[in-house]
C-alpha cells in the first residue's frame, strides 16, 4: 500500500461522518504542523548566514501574506489541538458516552480559539 | 433511474464505471436494483448475497460514498437526483465487480469463535456482529494499514476479555488496538450498532489497567 493511498483513506470526506472528517483534519493539520516545523527550523538556522538575512526573512512574515500564513498556522494549530484533545480523551477509554458531544465542544473551543488568535493577529501584532 | 456500477475483474487493466438505466421503485432495496440489473441487462455482473433481510452480512457495498448492508437499504432513502453509484467495500481485496475478499476479517477469529452460523443457544450470536466488513471499508486505518486487526475483531476481542480477562498477544499490538486513532466511522457505519470503536477503547483502558491478561 502506497502512501498516495494511506491519504486518500485518511482524507476522505465523502460519505464520512463528523468523527471521520474530524480525524482527518487533525491529521492534515498535524502534517502541515511538522512540515512547519521544517521550514521554521530552516528559518531559524538564517541566523548563521547573518543578522541582516534573519532580520530580512523576518520582515516577509511582517507583510500582509504574512499575517494570513499566520492566521492558517494558528488555525492548524487550534484545530490539532482541539480535536487532538478530544482524540486523547476518548482514547484513553474516557467518557465515550458522550464522544459526540466532547466532539462538538472540541470544535467549538477550536473555533473561539481561531476567532481570538485572528483578532490578535490582525489588530494587535497587524 | 440510473445505476451506476464500479466494475473491475481479474486481467483488466484498471477499473470502469457501467452504467445501467433501471425501472425503480423507492421502496425497493438497492440490492434488488443490482439482482435486476445482472438477471436482466448484464449477468457478468458480479455481487454478493445471502439472506436478504440484514442478517447474513455479505450484501455490503458503498452506495453513493457510504457503507451500507444493500438489502435493508431503501432506493428513495438514497438516490440522488435519480443516480445510485454503488461499489465495492474498501480496505478489502476486490475479486470481481462488487465481491471483495473478507478474508482479512475472517481469518482473524480463532476457530471457535460464536459466529452467527456456529452460535450456541447459550450464547449471543458473535455478540450481534454480523460480519459484513464495513467497519473495515469505513475505517481509516484499516485501509491503509493492511496488517491491522481491524474494528469488529478487536471489539470480538473486547467481549472475551470482558468474559475471560484475557487476549492474545496481537490484540495488544501495534497492528492491535494500539493503531487504532478514533475516527469512529466503524461505529458509525455498522449496520447492527455494534460499536467496535468504542470497545476497542475499552479494552485500551482494561488493559492500561492491567485488568486484562496478554497471553
Ligand atoms: S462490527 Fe458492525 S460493521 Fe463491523 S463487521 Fe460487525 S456488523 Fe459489520
Ligand atoms: S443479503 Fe444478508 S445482510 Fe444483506
Redesign the pocket.
Known sequence: MGLGEALRSWLRVRGRSAEHVSFAVRRLAGMVLALYLVVHMVDISTLLMGEHVYSAFLQVFASPIGLVFDVVLWAFLVLHGALGLYSALVEAGLLLERRKVLLAAAWAAALLLLVVGIVVILYVMG | MRLVVRRWKEGWRAPRYDVFEVEADPSESVLDLVERVSLKLDPTLTFEHACHHGVC?ACGMVVNGVERLTCVTRVGDVARNGVILVEPLHGFKVVSDLVVDKSRMFSRYPDDTRTLERVAAQVEKLWD???????YSACPVACSYPSYLG??VL?WAFHRAVEEGRVPAPVASRSGVWSCHAAFD?SE????N?Q?GEKIMRLRRLLLRGAVEVV
Open positions: 452480512g456482529c454480523v460480519e459484513c466488513g464495513i467497519c474494528p469488529s471489539a466503524c457505519k455498522c449496520p447492527v455494534f467496535p
